[in-house]
């Protein structure tokens, strides 16, 4: 997909005698905050994001301007460190759900919270069993056998060597196996363990025979080869999003490290009033990957990505993400209009692919994908193998293998007008459009089904010094990577119920509502 410059009904502030036909391009320096908004074909919504680097949580209107904000708590705040782990939601009920970095101490501690629309703290949850590190995502979900709301938060848990030698992990490859293994905990409104899933309980291996896991890794899809390229470290698979579908009682994780989208069964494995037994199931062959998409090469079932000629042509293999986050299935409830029962590509997944490590020219991609043999409700996943690929391309090189799943994409053309490395995150909109988040570079924007960019928002807040504000009016080269980052940005429709009766009067830009701040980044 071409991305192409929309300059009807560009808006602009604090930018005057600038050229009105902006658009996203290299240069070294550029305006903040709004950049352009085609009302016709943009989606009217609000725009909710927590700077990396900021003091609040912001909701933005179309154009660009303030309608709430919500501070983060000073009493946690480190200069130079993110306050936020990693970004904030907008509940039915007109909560904000976030999670904060608390380093007043001398832990690492991860607090979860939801606070009123006043920014009262109404509820709060801690992680703080031994060995646990909770990081990166987080989702409130309606439990069905429960019927009632829980929390599912990505959490760590750590292992020593010889736990990791009894797994079967090749003693060759590592001196020091000793890790974190990533996975999944649930808790109710009362803060108690209901669920919880971990990787290291869903290995295949071909190492060591006297392990009980051993096995041809190419024939147990459902379990993980924790000696995949050069064996396992840290949190294994670094699971930096989840989401959950209640329809199927399923959830689906980024698995970055591994650059695969994996399924896991949560209604095959919950027991309702019995803890124990649903972390006993999660830990069986019952909390086995029920799909996994996105580099066959980690099973053994299709080509790894590799450079040929002598570097000089990629070869992506049967690989299609190439680090990954913000993964999810596209569907109506908490973040769209309420009223939209079937979003475009309702049930489908949509990836937000960072390229980082694609062999060759590296560029981000957003991927809509259709898994599924028949209607998403019943289940039925294809293997992505069996799906096939469509060739592209080869002609001195490779041709490139383009699944036959990915039913839309989008990136651009100048592959340094959109390229987040890191962070960021994609959401489909009712109209069918999609909100994209290019994290490291603040960049938020809107593209329609065929491409064109209808709305354009840089994040005007970046570092600070001490407990002073960093927003600034202009983004300079001097910012650098990760000044003004952001995880992931979310939209709501204006009939959205968190927003019903809320007082969402414009206030201004960010730069007008904190007027005391820097024009631009200085070296």
């Given amino acids: 997909m071409n991305t192409k410059t929309i300059v009807n009904n560009i808006l602009m502030s604090g930018v005057l005698g600038l050229s009105m036909s902006a658009s996203a391009y290299e240069s070294f320096q550029g305006p ?6 085609d009302p016709a074909k943009a989606f009217e919504s609000y725009t909710l994001f927590s700077p990396f680097r900021g003091q609040n949580t912001y909701l933005l209107d179309m154009h660009g301007e303030v309608v709430h904000m919500w501070a983060y708590p000073k009493d946690i705040s480190v200069p130079t460190r993110e306050v936020v782990e990693k970004h904030a939601r907008l509940l039915e009920d007109g909560s904000l759900l976030r999670a904060l970095n608390d380093r007043s101490g001398d832990g690492n501690n991860v607090i ?3 606070v009123n629309w006043e920014g009262e703290v109404i509820w709060e949850y801690d992680e703080t069993r031994h060995g646990y590190g909770a990081h990166h995502d987080y989702r409130m ?6 019927q009632e709301h ?4 990505l959490a760590t848990r750590a292992i020593t060597h010889e736990d990791g030698l009894a797994l079967g992990l090749d003693p060759a490859l590592r001196n020091d196996y000793a890790s974190r293994p990533d996975g999944i905990v649930e808790v109710d409104m009362d803060g108690n363990v209901v669920w919880e899933w971990n990787i290291s309980d869903h290995l295949v291996q071909d190492v060591n025979p006297d392990a009980l896991n051993y096995g041809v890794v190419s024939e147990n899809l459902g379990k993980f080869d924790p000696n995949y390229a050069a064996g396992v470290s840290g949190d294994w698979i670094h699971v930096n999003a989840l989401d959950y579908n209640e329809d199927l009682d399923q959830i689906v994780i980024s698995s970055s490290a591994v650059s695969e989208i994996h399924v896991i069964d949560h209604g095959a494995t919950f027991v309702a009033g019995d803890p124990e037994q649903s972390i006993e199931l999660a830990a069986s062959d019952a909390g086995d990957f029920v799909f996994r998409w996105g580099n066959p090469c980690v099973s053994n079932t299709g080509d790894c990505p590799s450079m040929v000629m002598d570097g000089r042509y990629p070869d992506n293999g049967h690989a299609q993400l190439f680090f990954m986050h913000d993964i ?8 769209a209009a309420p009223s939209v029962s079937d979003l475009p590509g309702a049930g489908n997944f949509l990836v937000f692919d960072n390229g980082a490590r694609r062999p060759g020219p590296t560029f981000s991609s957003v991927l809509e994908v259709n898994p599924y043999a028949g209607d998403m409700t019943e289940g039925n996943y294809v293997n992505e193998i069996e799906a096939g690929y469509e060739e592209v391309g080869g002609g001195q090189g490779p041709a490139t293998k383009v699944s036959k799943q990915i039913v839309w994409s989008f990136n651009s053309t100048m ?3 959109f390229y987040g490395d890191y962070i960021s995150g994609a959401q489909r909109m009712p109209n069918g459009n999609t909100f994209i988040n290019s994290g ?4 938020f924007f809107e593209v329609t089904s065929e491409g064109d960019v209808v709305w354009e928002y840089i994040n005007p807040v970046g570092d600070r010094t001490g407990d002073e504000y960093g927003i600034y009016k202009i983004m300079t080269d001097a910012a650098g990577r990760q000044f003004n980052a952001v995880f992931r940005a979310a939209r709501y429709a204006p009939d959205y119920p968190g927003l019903a009766g809320k007082d969402l009067v414009p206030m201004g830009q960010i730069t007008e509502v904190h007027t005391s701040e820097s024009a631009r980044p200085d070296r």
Avoid: F, M
């Fill in 32 to 37: 903040t905050e709004l950049i352009q908004y």
């Fill in 112 to 114: 979860y919270q939801k």
């Fill in 141 to 146: 979900i309606w439990n069905p056998k429960l």
């Fill in 150 to 153: 829980t929390l599912l938060y």
């Fill in 328 to 335: 999810q299935w596209i569907r109506g409830k908490e973040l």
């Fill in 415 to 417: 592959i340094n007008a």
């Fill in 440 to 443: 490291p570079n603040g960049h």
